[in-house]
């Protein structure tokens, strides 16, 4: 099956700092990659679509410019919490659909805390 | 946009027993839907998924029935065992590399 990797899978960073989340698809080619935030015992609520070569679409309420997206290749996106609070320490995670599957292939997640 | 509805919140059975948990959507142009399976800290595992042109799938102890009509759509687990203690999401998606909504999610204990 597909692979998708995120790193890294936990960091922890101090308020006011930046912090880059990397996802990359191993063995396809992704033109389009999600990315979701997890609060403890809760669902997974996307937070916006990486589109290879334009502009993410972000989902209501997620701003676009604490969470900067980045899809430059067609294996790699990145998610960057700029400016992180306590309130941005959640569970982040990617997915990636290899095209004409449907299915969604999950990395691994990265776990943010700030303090 | 999707709305997914994913009941019970939690679910508690006996080693052996069954469980059913349920989801209803709202957008009628979803054609596809997920199961997952996701262990604390780690990533969403897919168990099974169906899709629109079917009514039922099955795969071992774990099947999934779809209702288009109702907008429903169920995972059933047979013989539950200790292992299968975990939370479980319901999905869908319009397909084709669309987004997915999830359900809110259901806390299955089996005891033993």
């Known amino acids: 099956g597909a692979v998708v990797s995120q790193h890294p899978s936990w960091v922890i960073c101090k308020s006011g700092t930046s912090v880059k989340i990397e996802c990359r698809s191993l063995?396809?080619?992704?033109?389009?990659m999600f990315w979701y935030r997890q609060f403890p015992k809760q669902s997974l609520m996307l937070m916006a679509t990486?589109?290879?070569?334009?502009?993410?679409?972000?989902e209501q309420g997620v701003e676009k410019d604490k969470f900067l997206i980045n899809h430059a290749s067609l294996t790699l996106s990145t998610l960057t919490v700029t400016s992180a609070h306590p309130e941005d320490s959640s569970f982040y995670i990617c997915?990636?659909?290899?095209?004409?599957?449907?299915?969604?292939?999950f990395g691994q997640g990265t776990r943010l805390t700030v303090v | 946009g999707e709305n997914v509805e994913q009941h019970p919140s939690t679910l508690s059975v006996q080693e052996g027993d069954s469980a059913v948990i349920k989801c209803t959507y709202s957008?009628?142009?979803?054609?596809?839907f997920p199961w997952y399976k996701q262990e604390l800290g780690k990533r969403p595992q897919l168990i099974i998924d169906?899709?629109?042109?079917?009514g039922e799938k099955k795969d071992q102890r774990i099947a999934v029935t779809l209702n288009k009509t109702a907008k429903h759509f169920s995972l059933h687990i047979t013989e539950t065992q200790p292992e299968d203690s975990a939370v479980y999401f319901c999905?869908?998606?319009?397909?084709?590399?669309?987004?997915?909504?999830f359900g809110t999610g259901t806390q299955l204990k089996v005891e033993l």
């Open positions: 997915s990636a659909d290899r095209q004409g599957i449907g299915e969604a292939f």
């Open positions: 990486s589109n290879e070569g334009s502009k993410a679409t972000y």
């Open positions: 999905a869908a998606s319009t397909g084709g590399g669309n987004k997915l909504t």
């Open positions: 957008d009628s142009a979803s054609n596809y």
């Open positions: 063995d396809f080619q992704a033109t389009t």
């Open positions: 169906i899709r629109s042109n079917v």
